[in-house]
């Protein structure tokens, strides 16, 4: 029998404030890959829940109504997976219920391992990691489901549902899936194997440059012309190392103006095997950052006032990751600290994201349709935690081929993250319907324009360019389209999300699904459509 229980306020509730499942019923918490199995097998037989009614919670984070939502009967819990270990035939395996944070401390600690993942503590590595994972870790070392080599998951295509392993010689038409094709799609995964993750780094550095919106004048610091400047020499970083490793991870945090000030943050690590000591890499470090405080100098006015780190992770202030003497050039940590330092989620807030992978620089038009946007205040509104963040990308994650895993976008050297978030008095399960509606239009309305030349999308269908290569899947946005809705349709996203793996390849993701998860459970807004 497993564990259930009529739910709690607590179980409702998403990470993302705007999602709320008013209706939920029942709550399974299963602590093994065969109590999910039982647990999945009682809601078949008992109810309540059938197919879109029952739906599966980890961390909580996702960014779209997919669990906690009206129709919402039944959830199966996996937080009580957290099992690890070392398995003679698939390597360090790791449990789903675990957090990024969790994962790190334990491949740490336990092994001297690490695994390129994500910068969230408390993201659930059950979603994060189907759905792709990366982190300040992928230029070096890939996405996260790179190094995966099998899942254990519960599926049921007959009658009962049933634990099975999926690996490269096992139901390896489900395996390629569960390495990017999002969480819920097939089944429940369980456990994660990992055959020989990376040897985790001695050392870590950070720092961060701000750059004020407006300056001590009241005049406009952040013209058009230096915010190029700044995309521009972005854009040239993240090229660098392309078709090789490289051990600095990068963001640009383009804050609103309402923010005060734009923020360039930066990420280093040692190489395992370099065997640098301490004084070594704090030295290499300094000359790495010196040079870049010179360049972004030349670029536009550095701030000494820490600018606001928002969006993933989210530290609040640069303060945190800067230097903390004047007469340093970097902050210096093991590497453990540093990815705890760097492990930011956030508050509970109420929010909306939009995402776009980029295989080339911005445009001018694309910029100033950003620069634009982040100026922009609607009514009333508080603007201040709205952003542009653009991740530094490509390196190892480019080494796979695109059909390799159902992530195609190996080509890309940024990956970018709208963000708007917002807070009220609302209670819990309620919120404020005018300033969603003006969130989500501003943010809809900038993600317009700046793709507008490509049909208002990053559609690469509409780039002959090689720009824009499409969205990622855990960057959720219903706007691109979402089951049972035409114009833009499901279809629509889907190609956004997975291009020719969703349904053009001779091994796709529809083709999975129909096979693995015919009735079609734990469907939602954005699931892979039969």
């Known amino acids: 029998m497993v564990l259930s229980r009529s739910p709690a306020l607590s179980d409702r509730q998403g990470f993302d404030r705007r999602w709320f499942a008013p209706d939920l019923d029942r709550v399974y918490l299963p602590t093994t890959g065969a109590e999910v199995a039982a647990a999945w097998a009682e809601i078949v037989a008992n109810g309540p829940g059938g197919p879109g009614a029952t739906q599966i919670t980890c961390g909580r984070h996702c960014y779209e109504n997919f669990v906690y939502r009206d129709e919402t009967r039944t959830i199966i819990d996996v937080t009580g997976l957290r099992d690890f270990g070392e398995d003679p035939a698939y390597g360090f395996y790791i449990g789903v ?53 099998a ?4 599926v049921k295509t007959g009658h009962k549902p049933e634990l099975i392993t999926a690996s490269a010689s096992e139901n390896a038409d489900l395996f390629w899936a569960v390495r990017g094709g ?28 701000t750059f004020d919106w407006t300056g001590a004048d009241g005049t406009l610091a952040m013209t058009l012309d230096r915010f190029t400047d700044l995309l521009t020499a972005f854009a040239a970083f993240s ?17 609103h103006k309402a923010a005060g000030s734009i923020v360039w943050s930066s990420y280093s690590f040692d190489l395992p095997g370099e065997g640098l000591s301490a004084a070594d ?68 807030r109420f929010g909306k994201y939009k995402s776009a992978y980029m295989n080339k620089a911005f445009t001018p038009e694309m910029i100033e349709a950003l620069w634009t946007g982040l100026q922009i205040v609607p009514d009333g509104m508080d603007m201040s935690a709205s952003l542009c963040q653009v991740d530094s990308y490509g390196c190892a994650i480019n080494a796979v081929a695109p059909d390799a895993t159902p992530i195609p976008q190996r080509s890309a050297i940024m990956k970018l993250q709208y963000q708007t978030y917002w807070d009220n008095a609302c209670g819990v399960g309620r919120q404020d319907p005018a300033q969603t509606a003006a969130h989500v239009k501003w943010i809809d309305t900038m993600y317009t324009d700046v793709y507008g030349a490509y049909g208002g999308f990053p559609d690469p269908r509409n780039d002959s360019g090689g720009v824009v290569d499409g969205c990622y899947y855990n960057y959720c946005d219903n706007a691109l389209g979402v089951n049972g809705q035409p114009d833009p349709g499901i279809d629509h996203a889907m190609y956004l999300y997975f291009k020719e793996n969703f349904q053009e390849r001779p091994q796709n993701l529809q083709s999975v699904k129909a096979r693995w998860n015919p009735e079609n459970w734990f469907n939602g807004p954005q699931s892979i459509p039969i």
């Not at 819920?184 to 985790?200: L, S, V």
């Not at 078709?243 to 945090?253: A, L, S, Y």
């Open 281 to 348: 890499h704090a030295a290499a470090m300094a000359e790495r950052y010196a040079a870049k405080r010179a360049m972004l100098a030349d670029l536009a006015p550095l701030s000494e006032t820490p600018g606001p780190i928002l969006g993933h992770p989210w530290h609040g202030s640069a303060r945190h990751i800067m230097p903390q003497s004047d007469d340093a050039t970097h902050r210096s940590y093991t590497f453990l600290e540093g990815v705890q330092n760097a492990n930011g989620s956030g508050p509970n």
């Open 151 to 154: 899942v254990d998951i519960v």
């Open 239 to 255: 090229e660098t190392g392309q078709g090789g490793p490289q051990n600095d991870f990068d963001i640009f945090h383009g804050n």
């Open 182 to 209: 999002g969480g819920g799609n097939f089944g429940i995964i369980t456990r994660y194997y990992f055959g020989d993750p990376p040897q985790a780094p001695n050392h870590m550095a950070s720092n961060a440059f």
């Open 97 to 149: 219920g675990y957090g990024n944070w969790d994962m790190y401390r334990i491949f740490n600690n336990v092994y001297s391992r690490t695994l390129p993942a994500g910068s969230c503590y408390s993201v659930g590595l059950g979603g994060h990691i189907t759905g792709g994972g990366y982190g300040i870790l992928s230029r070096q070392w890939g996405l996260t489901v790179d190094h995966m080599t």
